[in-house]
């Protein structure tokens, strides 16, 4: 039925592009290897169905106008909400082949644990795990490399992101918005859970085991406490551990499976210990690990620093209730943080992110759970202005009968139902940065203000960044993306800024060689920067190596492509024709940041005051800039996307010292 | 040096830095956007009382120059206060714009050149927008995922479900997958050394086997069956459009047998709460080796054994690898003297201790090599040792690496073995608002250095100077400016300009070399090198050289080649 369905699409496709040629569906030469929302794949398990067919990737990235649109624009905005017939056939064949695997419920979606794991939902909710797949940076990133690549890149980066959407065989490029509901979750609960096997370094290449809630699930320890409550119906309810519907109660797994690689550092290794088929080292923070003191010395594990009391520090675990079933708490336990810090943070729209069963409504019926709380879809939120105000009393007070809003927004009690969510959603959001502050502090130190020298020469200070963890280097991972760096300010008595390092240009880029103010020669170097950021180093055709924004060598060739390394890998750690150039601080080692202020700046009435932040960002704007011709999910411009990752940058340390003015100064 | 030499020199310098920085000026070299003195015209300091607390203000009143620097209003918590170009660090000072004259000379042919060159070849440069899109544009599609000539289990980098894997008794989890890639390529070519021509039709085909069975542990077989090896050289598949007569060079010989893996990862159970540093990388069988990027070896078949540390660090170090290869049954032996070829000796060991370190602004790698023969080659000691690092100068940044490579025989001298010492140098530079690449190369080859291993098409060690110095690797056609590193000095200077995001690339090269020893072997050519991405396999490539040697007539080239990758 579903191949019929995928048949009839096809036809139809072709009928709408020959009668409109300016249509917006991709070329079909240039499409991703199609999926099986078309094919029969996705109509049952995976494993039950490994078949594959060729057909078009499905254009469905189209979102709606933004918020809060002029009325001229009102039409516009109901356009964009009207469906074309051939729309109209991909998504019903879409709802077909997700209703086919919701039958057998493959992969249940996170929210089918927070029936029983409501406190272990609220910390993945928000957690860079669960915002793995909905990153628009990671999106762009990884359809930018694919497209670079020539697609051989294949999935190499979003197996990662969405296990599950990988193991359903969706599309690599799809909105968000389109995809199965547990695939949009990223690594979410089955991800860890329904792995059965000590994998290794694989680069997250893991077999998610299928099957439907009542399938055994992966468990440090096991199934006693399980059993437990399955043996006291009075007090936990009548549950339902297997596909009975003669039995009323609630649905669980059928048991817990040990897995005691669950609680070590190997475990994380399977997705942090990142390298290429052609041997390039993308990420190695799990060897980073097994090189440090923390597992040599300390015999200390990832999860003790990363999900235990305290983030960044190895403090020991909570003592808690691992289920809470039928409003029954088990008996205490090792409770572990499932919020697993990092240094992502969200910048799509919070109605969307942290994840929020009340917040999100499917936009297919296909999806929808047989109580569906969510107040508006995820294209629906995206209209939803909360930065202007609405649903907050001081906004709507001033609301008129010809203020216009978009649907479902145009009912004012929604809105205020919205602001509610959005209340409890920023809550959990800065909860999250209170974490994040808590470990990227503990795991950056900076020293004191050191002046070297203060005369008519001029000034020279320095300062030491060290690393504070003992457990890996930092920043570790995708060091190669992470910004972290040192912004030095010297203000005179009025308070004017005299001289500065580590500022940003107008993208919101630090003024390196990566940034296009100082490509295009608007903007001088920063010679003087501190960071901290790892670079990705291509080959050139001729004249050694470069830096690149993207690990791409396309000097060296037209057609990159990706296939496995016809050397041993192993011999030279990478590839010939790219590389990472680590510039991180590794455990125990320590940089100084030096500066030189020459006399003809400290012009202004003294004294001075320096003042040096360590800030920590997530990605560099560069970055933004390299990957936004691939396109932003949510439909977020390049623009917006760098004004929300320049505005999460923090302050993890700052140091001030104020200088006496020199007399022998002008 | 007496005081008036240096003197003179210093004068000889300032007026070239001053010619080059008057011609730049001339052709319209690029201008900057805030030369230092139009700075306090063009962006002012913001005023005092509008200038805020560094910290717990967030104002952008005042603020002149948010055209080139970020508002401060969207930044939070790391507030970044409003300030002005004369407040940012390193303003550019006038004598900047002359310590980088010669490299804006250099970059003055990138936009009208380029510009012709994109008008010719209907297609767009690749170019550096300076203020990010604020339109949003909704999600692109991407390419198919092009398939391999074979794939078995698994599907290379494809989606869909993971089958479940096969625990070995040693605790490794396997997943095999068998998958068959490779590269063709096709060369119509024709050359003339002076009188001797060359005009063929040649072949080559690079078919590899890999059976995947986890992320660390494979098996790779390859095959090159359009050339045979030779004792010299290789034999490829071709024809003579001459004289109509063919060459065969079909064989079916393993270029290539490995396997390759990770200890800790084979044997997991030793180490259950990854508390032991057991990830040992290593290799064994018939591969590829390479190191200074092919400067100091380049051998294209050795049956070895290696086993890598990677990740270690120090406080200085972020990263350190360290190889050791023991190799057995003969490596191709390199010899510095023009007219013997790199020669397969079957008696010879080899050693090595290869190494990469990234320390704060710098790779550096350290290779040490012993090859022990007691018959045709002799022993040879070889070292190399490089730094690789971007300098900043004040207009752009400057990708420099450079090589010392020296080799010393330890069992007397022999074609195969000699003292001799290889300084090489490379820069390269990105002009602005293009993704192009500029660059000089250079080397200095004092004495006769001999690589320890090198592959019978690998030629000299100093390929990496310049197109013109390297051959194409298919066929019976060789480098234009083909050197040895036996007293000679020489100098590449190279364009390469992209078009169509980097699918169509047009390179033009200038190179040439001079022997230091007084012979007159000097050298001097250019070359233009115009390859394009055809669809998603294919590669096409077109390569004009002409160059005259000091002691022979004009000699040119002419090559067209496709390149299928599947």
């Known amino acids: 039925m579903t191949r019929c369905i995928l048949l009839l699409a096809l036809l139809l496709r072709a009928a709408v592009a020959a009668a409109e040629p300016a249509a917006e569906l991709p070329a079909p030469s240039g499409e991703t290897r199609s999926s ?21 990737r499905i254009a469905l990235g189209h979102l709606p106008a933004p918020a809060n649109p002029a009325p001229a624009d009102r039409r516009a905005v109901d356009e964009a909400a009207a469906v074309s017939p051939y729309d109209a056939t991909v998504r019903a064949a879409i709802d077909q082949a997700h209703a086919d695997c919701f039958v057998n419920d493959c992969f249940p979606s996170a ?76 690594v979410t609960c089955v991800v860890c859970h329904r792995v059965n096997q000590a994998w290794g370094k694989g680069a997250g290449r893991l077999t998610l085991v299928a099957g439907d809630i009542h399938t055994p699930v992966s468990g440090p320890v096991g199934g006693k406490r399980l059993a437990m409550v399955m043996a006291h119906p009075e007090r936990y309810g009548v549950l339902k551990p297997v596909p009975d519907p003669a039995t009323n109660g ?13 609680t070590t550092p190997g475990f994380c290794g399977a997705c942090h210990d990142v390298f290429a088929p052609n041997g390039f080292r993308l990420e190695d923070a799990f060897s980073e690990f097994k090189a440090s003191p923390a597992a040599l010395e300390k015999h200390q594990s990832c999860q003790d620093c990363h999900m235990g009391i305290v983030p960044g520090v190895a403090s020991g675990y909570a003592c808690g209730p691992a289920a809470l079933v039928g409003n029954a708490p088990t008996p205490p336990r090792k409770r572990t943080n499932h919020m697993i810090v990092g240094p992502d943070y969200s910048i799509v729209h919070p109605g969307i992110f942290p994840h929020n069963p009340a917040a999100v409504r499917e936009e297919r019926a296909v999806f929808r759970p047989p109580i569906d709380q969510g107040l508006a879809t995820i294209r629906e939120w995206l209209l939803f202005d909360h930065e202007a105000g609405w649903g907050q009393e001081s906004f709507e007070k001033h609301v008129t009968k010809d203020d216009w809003f978009p649907s479902p927004w145009d009912d004012q009690t929604r809105r205020y139902q919205a602001r509610d969510i959005l209340d409890a959603q920023f809550s959990l959001l800065r909860k999250a940065a209170v974490n994040r502050h808590q470990l990227l502090a503990t795991g950056y130190r900076l020293g004191n203000v050191v002046v070297d020298r203060f005369d008519e020469r001029g000034l020279s200070f320095r300062v030491l960044v060290c690393n504070g963890t003992d457990g890996h280097g930092v920043p570790t991972g995708f060091d190669a993306e992470r910004v972290v760096f040192v912004r030095a300010m010297v203000f005179d008595s009025a308070g004017k800024l ?49 830096e690149q924004v993207l690990a791409v060598p396309y000097s060296l060739d037209p057609l990159p492509f990706t296939r496995p390394e016809t050397r041993p890998f192993t011999v030279l750690g990478r590839p010939v024709a790219a590389r990472k150039h680590k510039q991180i601080l590794m455990p125990g080692a320590s940089r100084w940041a030096d500066y030189e202020v020459p006399a003809s700046k400290l012009c202004g009435p003294g004294p001075y005051r320096v003042v040096v932040q360590l800030i920590a960002g997530m990605v560099p704007v560069n970055l933004v800039r390299e990957i936004a011709s691939a396109g932003f999910d949510f439909d977020l411009s390049a623009r917006e996307v760098a004004s929300r990752v320049v505005a999460g940058h923090e302050v993890l340390h700052e140091q001030r010292l104020t200088l006496q003015t020199n007399p022998t100064l002008k | 040096m007496s005081s008036k030499a240096i003197k003179a020199m210093r004068w000889l310098c300032t007026a070239s830095l001053l010619l080059c920085w008057s011609v730049a000026r001339l052709l319209g070299g690029e201008e900057l956007l805030f030369p230092p003195s139009v700075v306090p015209e063009v962006l002012q300091i913001p005023a005092p009382e509008a200038a805020a607390d560094a910290t717990e203000n967030d104002s952008s009143a005042g603020l002149q120059s948010e055209e080139y620097l970020f508002s401060s209003t969207v930044i939070s918590p790391a507030y970044m206060p409003p300030c002005s170009l004369s407040a940012i660090s390193d303003a550019p000072r006038p004598i900047d714009a002359w310590l980088e004259a010669v490299p804006r000379l250099l970059s003055v042919p990138n936009k009208n050149c380029g510009d012709c060159l994109a008008g010719a070849l209907h297609s767009h440069r690749v170019e550096v927008p300076t203020r990010l899109d604020a339109t949003a544009y909704g999600l692109h599609p991407v390419p198919e995922r092009p398939l391999l000539l074979m794939e078995w289990g698994e599907e290379f980098l494809g989606v869909g479900p993971l089958a479940p894997g096969i625990e070995t008794c040693s605790g490794a989890v396997w997943r095999p997958a068998f998958w068959v890639f490779g590269e063709y390529r096709t060369a119509l070519q024709y050359a003339d050394y002076g009188g001797q021509q ?29 050339d045979e090896e030779l004792v010299d050289g290789r034999r490829f598949s071709s024809l003579d459009l001459r004289d109509g007569s063919s060459i065969n060079g079909f064989n079916s010989e393993l270029q290539t047998l490995f396997f390759e893996g990770d200890f800790g990862e084979l044997f997991p159970y030793l180490d259950p709460h990854d508390v032991l540093r057991l990830d040992y990388g290593f290799s064994v069988g018939r591969m590829p080796l390479l190191a200074q990027q092919g400067l100091l070896i380049n051998e294209d078949r050795i049956d070895a054994v290696t086993v890598t540390r990677n990740t270690l660090f120090t406080k200085r170090i972020s990263n350190l690898r360290m190889t050791g290869v023991y190799a057995w049954g003969g490596v191709h032996r390199n010899s510095a003297d023009f007219g013997i070829p790199n020669t397969e000796d079957r008696n010879s060991h080899l050693l090595a201790l290869l190494t990469e370190s990234d320390f704060a602004c710098s790779t550096a790698n350290v290779d040490v090599v012993y090859v022990q023969d007691n018959t045709l080659g002799g022993d040879l000691l070889a070292f190399g040792a490089s730094s690789i690092r971007r300098q900043q100068g004040y207009f752009n940044t400057y990708n420099t690496s450079l090589h010392v490579l020296g080799s010393f025989p330890t069992n007397g001298e022999s074609p195969f073995a000699r003292q ?47 197109l013109l110095f390297s051959a194409p690797g298919i066929g019976r056609v060789g480098a234009p400016i083909n050197v040895r590193a036996n007293d000679a000095a020489g100098a590449s200077l190279g364009y390469q300009y992209f078009f169509d ?66």
Not at chain 1, 41 to 54: D, I, K, N, R, V
Not at chain 1, 117 to 141: I, K, R, T
């Open chain 1, 36 to 56: 099986c929302l078309f094919a029969a794949p996705l109509a049952s398990c995976p494993g039950q169905t490994a078949e594959s067919s060729e057909s078009p």
């Open chain 2, 501 to 566: 995001e980097t699918r169509q690339q047009v390179v033009w090269e200038f190179g040439g070399q001079q022997a230091t020893d007084g012979a007159n072997r000097g050298v001097v050519a250019t070359g233009v090198r115009y390859q394009r991405a055809v669809g998603h396999h294919w590669i096409t490539v077109v390569d004009m050289t002409v160059g005259k040697r000091e002691s022979d007539n004009v000699a040119s080239s002419l090559r067209f080649e496709a390149r299928a990758k599947f």
């Open chain 1, 111 to 186: 929210k089918a644990c927070r029936n029983c794991h409501p406190d272990h939902y609220q910390e993945w909710s928000v957690s860079a795990h669960a915002y793995a797949q909905l990153s628009p940076v990671f999106n762009a990133m990884s359809s930018k490399l694919i497209k670079k690549n020539n697609g051989t890149l294949g999935d190499f980066c979003i197996r990662c992101h969405t296990p599950v959407g990988m193991a359903l065989n969706e599309p690599i490029v799809m909105a968000n918005a389109d995809r199965h509901p547990t695939s949009r979750e990223g």
């Open chain 1, 498 to 546: 005299r001289f500065i390092s580590g500022d940003l240009d107008a993208n919101g880029d630090l003024r390196d060689s990566h940034s296009s103010y100082v490509h295009n020669g608007l903007l001088p170097l920063d010679r003087q920067l501190f960071s901290l950021q790892t670079r990705f180093v291509t080959r050139n055709l001729r004249g050694g190596e470069r």
């Open chain 2, 420 to 466: 001799g010492e290889l300084l090489f140098a490379q820069t390269s530079w990105t002009p602005h608002h293009y993704d192009d690449l500029i660059y000089l190369n250079a080397f200095l080859a004092i004495d006769e250095f001999t690589s320890p291993a090198r592959g019978p098409l690998a030629g000299g060690p100093l390929g990496q100077t310049g």
């Open chain 2, 198 to 226: 060359v005009s063929e039709w040649a072949n080559r085909l690079d078919l590899f086997g890999q059976l995947n069975l986890s992320g660390t542990e494979r098996v790779l077989a390859g095959l090159r069956p359009a």
């Open chain 1, 250 to 262: 609630r649905d669980v797994h059928g048991g817990v499976v040990p897995f005691f690689q669950l």
